[in-house]
């Protein structure tokens, strides 16, 4: 009976037609995922052919370029300052998203009830992550730069970036600390421990490695963004190295947006060796990331071993 009824079932229906249109789908799918890559491979490849191009024909001092400040001259102008006010955004976005969202994704997860309102939280974080970057850095231009008064300084750069990442953060951390299996929980319980114990050294840990790899992979977007610096009032000119959180600054990727829009060619050819530089601080942050997944992974997720 079941033969027959799947004999019935399919009798309506042209294999043949239907494995080539599985074989032009797959094919369809292949080339999209080509064209991405080759269209990012083509882009590396002309950024790096242009910095080559830079320090061959305008004699470009690379020592010089990487521990410089900024000029007008295109002969005299470095990255230095912009790499470590980089540094300085990163450090201080890092330290107030990573707490932030953590202690946000621990909440939701181990300690808020299952209700509608946590739900529609959850959405919307999702949702948050998503916001363009210029709509932070427009907020932060509103109530931290102008109604409080702080100005166009290293902090308010960094609040900016860490309201761009936090989302991505606890949506990150939140699908890592509910892949902790509730058995392991249970257990815990089960040995006498309560809920913050459980919570502090049993899944914490094993979610760590989840919430870091998130973590770093959203601090790599941000150490990348333009926007919202702009909006905050970066300096065109990175003529002196930040002395702290409250200096005045010029990041690696607005000192690259301000050189690819000067006359002087040189500027582009700096611009292109700063791309380089921005890059390989991308690549760095994201082996950083897969060197403590496998880290922790390795470990079994404990935190002191690490």
Known sequence: MSTKRAGEFLSDIDLRREKFRNRVFHGLLVAASL????????????????????????????WNFL???????????GFGASIIASLWLMVLTAGMAFVIAVGCALYLVEYAPENRTTRLIEANLA??????????????LALIVNDAG????????????ALLVV???????????????????????????????TVRQVVLPKAMPGILTGTILALARAIGETAPLIMVGTMLHATRYPSGPFASFSAMPTQIYNWTYQADRMFNGLAALGIVVLLTFLVGMYALAGYLRKRYETDGGSISNV
């Open 127 to 140: 949702n948050l992550a998503g916001v363009p970057s210029i709509v932070y850095g427009l907020l932060v």
């Open 150 to 161: 702080m100005g166009s300084i290293i902090l308010a750069g960094a609040i900016a970036l």
């Open 167 to 197: 989302p991505i953060i606890i949506v990150a951390s939140i699908e890592s600390i509910r892949a902790v299996p509730e058995s392991v929980r249970d257990g815990s319980y089960a040995m006498g421990a309560t809920k913050w114990q």
């Open 35 to 62: 064209f991405g890559l080759v269209m990012l491979v083509l882009l590396i490849a002309d950024v790096i052919w242009q910095s080559a191009q830079a320090l061959l024909n305008y004699d470009i001092d690379l």
């Open 67 to 77: 521990t410089a400040t900024s000029s007008s001259r295109a002969g005299q102008a």
